[in-house]
């Protein structure tokens, strides 16, 4: 793997904002490596995957949630 390969590889999964320059390499590198710029398509994907996920997981406990508390309301009626 050459260089340019691994340092892009580490920009495309940095967490920290990238610098004006890094952010000029990393697209220039993409530009002419088909490879890295399958990559970054994979972890684009894989971070629309996760964050589709994590919705669903947040709507499922908000629905939960209001289960429980439409319960909650219906046994105080009760009484």
Do not use: W
């Amino acid at each position: 793997m050459k260089h340019n390969c691994k340092r892009s590889m580490k920009l495309m999964t940095s967490p920290k904002e990238l610098s004006f320059a890094k952010r000029f390499f990393l697209k220039l590198h993409l530009l002419m490596c088909d490879k890295c710029s399958r990559y970054q398509a994979h972890l684009n994907s894989l971070g629309d995957h996760f964050r589709t996920y994590l919705k669903s997981k947040e709507e499922s406990s908000q629905e939960k949630v209001t289960s429980l508390e439409d319960e909650m309301i219906k046994s105080l009626s009760k009484d």
